[in-house]
């Protein structure tokens, strides 16, 4: 299938066929171990990387497209995070060579610029820090490979109209255009999004609160290149004076992001008439351009209390919505999957007990926390709530002319970044560097020697299985014989190697550039041990490491807990 979507008058997306599955006719109701609900990014990302980890699951999505029917861009931002997933999951390639890769943004008070960043500065990752991507293309890729893996019965046209909790799992009747069925799962995620039916079902409460906040979206080709950055204006003079995103994607289409008022009447905003005279209004009338795609949008944030109920997970928009500052929302659903995908497969094969699957939720519960309050922030500051508010503003927008405290303030981006798990967002690990990275952060995909004399990157290491490394530094003979032994007993969900020297025996990982050690926080000749996560969080960091120590905090990391020891 090509990888374009682009045809003329807009976006055409794939259409796949739906085939009657086997349960409309068996004579009694087949049982599951996975079912997902839904295949938007959270869906599809957590289906992918089961499969990679040799688990068959059964994904019911009630249409038959990627993306929304209408074509929007949606989504558009995939961070270092997603990206470095992506990578283990095989089509970290094609994104690269659709996408848009950049790492500077800037925000704008009429013409002058108050605030500049670059992400390269601090990245070390074979991944840049963002690509731009229309969202339906990244769904796209990972339906492709699904089916390309082969172990996910993906049944389109498939609307879930029934639910009901078992002791062991959940019962779903599904309809389909063939008729109904019921179908029984072990295990049932739900990523179906913000207006999620067996939410509903569960009567689980989501905090709701909506926006004041009005956009209208026009996706623009023009004939004319623009600096690959990704501008956001505070106060945007063709506007108003009101907000408006820049920002390139692929096929040479440009996302403008147009603040509106509170009370706009949202279709005449979204004619392309009108969208075109705002973009006349912002870029010159001499400039030409296509109108590719026009809509409006508005937002809500809203948080379940627990991801988990029973048997039932929740991730992505069914678990916590939030406005799309900072591309929060889709990065989060799929940084879902990434830490529920390993703690489930491990659950299945028996090689983790079933409370591993509580630390999902004890997880990315306050992640989601965390990217609502910073998106709420950015919401607040780009739409102030009332006059003392809209004070605070001018006055920070004023000073980060001057002096560079204030900028940060008008940093309206805030853009998703992987989330440090058992740190208050507050707390010092968060905000400043410590040495190498916390316990529960994760390791950038930085380059390494491989075992087998390959060059490569971390992610090579968490290919094809739910294993856990552990890496150990500093002069430790001594310790030869009882690490061989606990490497051979743990295999199965462990493999140990060795940071640039061979004193145990091990694997010898090397680090010719120094950034796994940079990134770990190694010090010459001091014995440390690090336990890297399925996920490449840090799970563990023990100095003076012996053979009991590493054995019991694989034993905590398998039931979800963090160890921070150091001797």
Known sequence: MSDTALQPGGYILPEYEFTAPGDLTADEVRRYPVVIVGAGLSGLALACDLAERGVATVVLDDDNTIGVRGASSRGIVYAQKTLEMMDRLGIYERIRAKGVVWSVGKTLAGSEVVYEFDASSTSDSRQP??????????????????????????????????????????????????????????????CSG????????????????????????????????????RWTWVEAPFNDNRAVWQHLMADDVWRLDFQMGPETDIEHVSRPEVAAERVRRQLGED???ELVWVGPYSYRAQLIDNFRAGRTLFLGDSAHAMSP????????????????????????????????????SAER???????????????????????????????????????????????????SNSYIYGQPPTSRAQRHKVRGVAVGEAVQNVPVGLPDGQAGTLVDLF??????????????????????????????????????????????????????G????????????????????LAARIENPDAAKVSRALRGALHGRLQPERA
């Open 463 to 516: 290919r094809n299985g739910p294993a856990f490394v552990g890496i150990w530094s500093g002069a430790l003979p001594a310790l030869a014989a009882a690490v061989i032994r606990l490497a051979n007993r743990e295999a199965p969900v462990l493999r140990m190697l060795e940071l640039g020297r061979a004193a145990l025996g091990l694997s010898v990982l090397e680090d010719p550039a120094g950034k796994l």
């Open 129 to 190: 820090p963002f690509i731009n991507l229309q969202q339906f293309y990244l769904e796209w890729f990972m339906v492709d490979r699904v089916i390309e893996i082969g172990r996910t019965d993906l049944r389109w046209k498939s609307k879930v109209v029934g639910f009901e909790t078992l002791a062991d799992g959940a019962r779903i009747e599904v309809e389909t255009p063939a008729g109904r069925y019921v179908l029984e799962a072990d295990w049932v995620c739900d």
């Open 287 to 289: 400039v030409e351009f």
């Open 194 to 229: 913000v207006n999620s039916f067996i939410r509903d079902c569960l009567r689980l409460d989501t905090h709701q609160a909506r926006g004041i906040d009005r956009w209208c979206i026009s996706d623009v080709r023009f004939k004319e290149p623009l600096p690959i950055e």
């Open 518 to 537: 940079a990134a770990l926080g190694a010090a010459r000749g001091k014995p440390i041990f690090w336990l890297l996560r399925p996920d490449m969080h």
């Open 365 to 415: 519960r306050p992640a989601a926390q965390f990217n609502i309050m910073t998106t709420r922030r950015t919401a607040r500051f780009l739409q102030p709530e009332s006059p003392a508010e809209k004070l605070l503003r001018d006055a920070a927008i004023s000073l980060a002319k001057e002096h560079p405290f204030a900028r940060s303030l008008c940093n309206t981006g805030r853009l």
């Open 325 to 360: 500052f900072g591309a929060r929302g889709g990065n989060s659903g799929i940084q879902d999957a990434d830490n529920l995908g390993w703690k489930l497969a491990l659950v299945l094969s028996g090689r983790a007990p079933e409370a591993l699957l509580d630390s999902y």
